[in-house]
C-alpha cells in the first residue's frame, strides 16, 4: 500500500499539494505541486499511477498535478499530471490576489489521481474530480504461447459481469495510452487483463466483475484505488 501525505499550510490563501503514491505534496510555502505517483510495468509499459492533485493558488500561482494523472490546480497556467495511463487535466486558471472562482482540473481516468484543487471562493470553483482506479491482471498463457487470440484464454479464465466485453473493449479503447484490447498475449506468453470503472452497475458507486479461473495460475495483480478530489477553494486531492 503507498500514499503520502498532502502539503501542509498555515498561511491564509496558501494551499497544499495532494499527496502522491510515490512522494507528499508540495508545502504551502511554495507553489503547492502534486506529488508524484509510483511507476508499475505490469503491461510491459512502465506507467505512474496515483498522482497528487495540484494545490489552489491565490497570492501566487497554483501546483500542477503530479505524475500519473494528478489534476493541475486553479489560478494561472497549471498542468494536470503526465505519464500516467491518461493525463490529469489542466485547473481553470484565473489570476493572482482575485476571486478568480475558477475549477481545479480533473485527474485522469484510470489513473488513481487526485483532483486538482478549486480557487477562491464560490460554487463554481469546485475541486477537480478524482481519478477512478483500475485493476490489471498477468498470468502466463500455457494453453498457446505466442497466438495473439481471444479464444486462448476462454478455457483459463471466466469473467463475467453486468456489463459484457463489448462494453469492456469500448471503454479500453477510450484510453489515451493503452493498446485496443480485451487482453494482450506478449512474444513471452504473458496475458493481460485490464478492469475499469465503466458505470455504477451494482448502485454502490462500482463496476462489478466476478472472476475464475479454471486451472491453478500464478499472477501478478495490480490494483489502483480511485484517486480523491480536489478542494473547493484549496488543497489538492
Do not use: W
Not at 484510470?110 to 482506479?133: K, L
Not at 498477468?138 to 476462454?154: A, L, Y
Not at 466483475?209 to 486451472?215: E, G, L, P, S, V
Amino acid at each position: 500500500v503507498y500514499g503520502n501525505k498532502g502539503g501542509t499550510s498555515s498561511t491564509a490563501h496558501y494551499s497544499g499539494g495532494g499527496g502522491g503514491a510515490g512522494s507528499p505534496g508540495t508545502n504551502a510555502n511554495a507553489i503547492a505541486h502534486g506529488g508524484d505517483g509510483i511507476q508499475n510495468d505490469i503491461t510491459g509499459t512502465s506507467y505512474y499511477f496515483g498522482g497528487g492533485g495540484g494545490g489552489s493558488g491565490y497570492s501566487i500561482t497554483g501546483g500542477n498535478g503530479g505524475k500519473g494523472g494528478g489534476g493541475g490546480a486553479a489560478v494561472g497556467t497549471t498542468y494536470g499530471g503526465t505519464d500516467g495511463i491518461n493525463d490529469g487535466l489542466p485547473g481553470g486558471g484565473g489570476g493572482t490576489n482575485s476571486q478568480t472562482n475558477t475549477p481545479g482540473g480533473n485527474a485522469g481516468q484510470h489513473t488513481g489521481g487526485g483532483g486538482g484543487g478549486g480557487s477562491h471562493y464560490r460554487y463554481t470553483n469546485n475541486g477537480g474530480h478524482g481519478g477512478s482506479g483500475i485493476v490489471i491482471i498477468k498470468f502466463k498463457n500455457n494453453n498457446n504461447n505466442n497466438n495473439n487470440n481471444n479464444n486462448n484464454t476462454t478455457s483459463v479464465l471466466n469473467i463475467t459481469s453486468t456489463l459484457n466485453y463489448n462494453v469492456i473493449q469500448e471503454t479500453i479503447d477510450s484510453l489515451n495510452k493503452l493498446p485496443n484490447f480485451q487482453y494482450i498475449e506478449n512474444e513471452f506468453g504473458y496475458i493481460y487483463h485490464m478492469f475499469t470503472y465503466i458505470s455504477d452497475d451494482n448502485k454502490n458507486g462500482q463496476t462489478e466483475y466476478k472472476i475464475t479461473f479454471n486451472t491453478e495460475r500464478i499472477c501478478d495483480i495490480l490494483i489502483i484505488g480511485g484517486g480523491g478530489s480536489g478542494g473547493a477553494n484549496g488543497g489538492g486531492g
